[in-house]
Antibody, heavy 119, light 112 residues
């Protein structure tokens, strides 16, 4: 069945750019009925939606992160990526990638990757 | 972006029934958008529990049920079990922001 796996550095310095990749296996990232998204959970807090994208390139972002966040897709590698610039300690969180649906819910999630922002 | 409000915590003894409320507003639940629920166990990926207000994905026990009315929704857990101790989140769409998703504030369920 479809599986998602996050990868990337677990430690990022303040003011630098956080970059994560989600590899999709067991299915194609090219889908007319699905989007691909990122969600995070800071320590001691709840889930926060970061953004999502369609394989064709359309993107939608949480306005609280707009200007710092960018999503991209590499259909040849069946991967999609998150880039978050000018990070601070407030961006420390477990980051999840997920398959999103045209019905506005996320039905398949990756296991998550812990990212700490610290010098 | 809109906010969906949940109680911080609920608790119950094994076998009991607990409910979690999710209160939104006119841009989201009140605009007719569906509510979905996720279970988040410590150290695990969030799991889709209910979609489209009251539908269970394959494999989710029928102890879990959802409902929606007006600008609010609820998740009910009947026959509470120790394994149900987790964080639960509602989620919907904010019509004021194209393509958005909005999560509830989250509820910790404790099995006494």
């Amino acid at each position: 069945q479809l599986q998602l796996q996050q990868s990337g550095p677990g430690l990022v310095k303040p003011s630098e750019t956080l970059s994560l990749t989600c590899t999709v296996s067991g299915g194609s990232i090219i889908s007319t009925t699905h989007y691909w998204g990122w969600i995070r959970r800071p320590p001691g807090k709840g889930l926060e939606w970061i953004g999502l994208m369609y394989h064709g390139g359309s993107t939608y972002y949480n306005p609280s992160l707009r200007g710092r966040v960018a999503l991209s897709v590499d259909t040849s590698k069946n991967q999609f990526s998150l880039s978050l610039s000018s990070v601070t300690a407030a961006d420390t969180a477990v980051y999840y990638c997920a398959r999103d649906t045209v019905a506005y819910y996320m039905d398949v999630w990756g296991k998550g990757i812990t990212v700490t922002v610290s010098s | 972006q809109s906010v969906l409000t949940q109680p911080p915590s609920v608790s119950g003894a094994p076998g009991q029934r607990v409910t979690i409320s999710c209160t939104g507003g006119s841009p989201d639940i009140g605009a007719g958008y569906n509510v979905h629920w996720y279970q988040h166990l410590p150290g695990a990926a969030p799991k889709l529990l209910i979609y489209g207000n009251n539908n269970r994905p394959s494999g989710v026990p029928d102890r879990f049920s959802g409902s929606k009315s007006g600008t609010s929704a609820s998740l009910a857990i009947t026959g509470l079990q120790a394994e149900d101790e987790a964080d639960y989140y509602c989620q919907s769409h904010d019509s004021s922001l194209i393509g958005s998703r909005v999560f509830g504030t989250g509820t910790k369920v404790t099995v006494l």
